[in-house]
């Protein structure tokens, strides 16, 4: 199994950026598609974004589109969330997630349960 720790997080204002990182040991980091996850205080982790095996596909909720990105360096176990323009309904706690899905498709990817393995979390606060 795969442990994942997540770093990056922080206070911001809006409109401000900040990047992630999810470290990864364990198993071969290159077998998992990755995914971030949020969660604010009151409401459910929801997806943010997810990142194929090998890099060439990513996948994003509309709510962050055109202002976050995923990547991945295989080399160096490590996914990174790069968000951009933030606001502050971006305020949770975030979470990097890895998945041995089969299937690379962003309907897939999307969904928690498709996860095995969780990060504890990171907390993003952006203020207004």
């Known amino acids: 199994q795969v442990q994942l720790v997540e770093s990056g997080g922080g206070l911001v204002q809006a409109g401000g950026s900040l990047r992630l990182s999810c470290a990864a040991s364990?198993?071969?980091?290159?077998?998992?598609?990755m995914g971030w996850f949020r969660q604010a205080p009151g409401k459910e982790r929801e997806f943010v974004a997810a990142?194929?095996?090998?890099?060439?596909?990513?996948y994003y909720a509309d709510s962050v589109k055109g202002r976050f990105s995923i990547s991945r360096d295989n080399a160096k176990n490590t996914v990174y969330l790069q968000m951009n323009s933030l606001k502050p309904e971006d305020t949770a706690v975030y979470y990097c997630a890895a998945s041995l899905a089969s299937l690379d498709s962003g309907s897939i990817l999307r969904q928690r349960g498709m996860y095995g393995a969780w990060g504890q979390g990171t907390q993003v606060t952006v203020s207004s």
């Open positions: 364990g198993r071969a980091f290159s077998n998992y598609a």
């Open positions: 990142i194929s095996r090998s890099g060439g596909n990513t």
